[in-house]
């Protein structure tokens, strides 16, 4: 991920905290939240001269990038908790 996507990745999470940040992301439906960060996705089409549905894919893509980054790391740092300890089996098999 480039600094610049980071950025927009960024805005678009800080825009969405703001506007969903009372709604449960496991009970709403995707496609409403995509249509709540519209607007914003709007303001960044126009900046960067492309289309709204350019941004929706992209964005799609970089969280899922961002997701898969966050569990790797939440992974690891169980895997670093678990080594040197015979005793107990790893914390995700208990």
């Known amino acids: 991920?480039?600094?610049e996507q980071k950025?927009?990745?960024d805005r678009i999470n800080k825009?969405?905290?703001e506007?969903?940040?009372d709604i449960d992301p496991q009970k709403t439906r995707v496609s409403i939240q995509l249509e709540a960060l519209k607007p914003i996705m709007n303001v960044i089409a126009k900046e960067q001269g492309k289309e709204v549905t350019d941004i929706f894919i992209e964005y799609m893509d970089l969280a899922s990038e961002?997701?898969?980054a966050s569990d790797n790391k939440m992974r690891e740092?169980?895997?670093d908790l678990n080594e040197?300890?015979?005793s107990n089996p790893p914390l995700l098999y208990r």
């Open 19 to 21: 506007v969903l940040g």
């Open 1 to 3: 991920m480039t600094d």
């Open 7 to 9: 950025k927009m990745l």
């Open 15 to 17: 825009y969405a905290e």
């Open 84 to 86: 040197g300890d015979d």
């Open 77 to 79: 740092a169980l895997k």
């Open 66 to 68: 961002a997701s898969v």
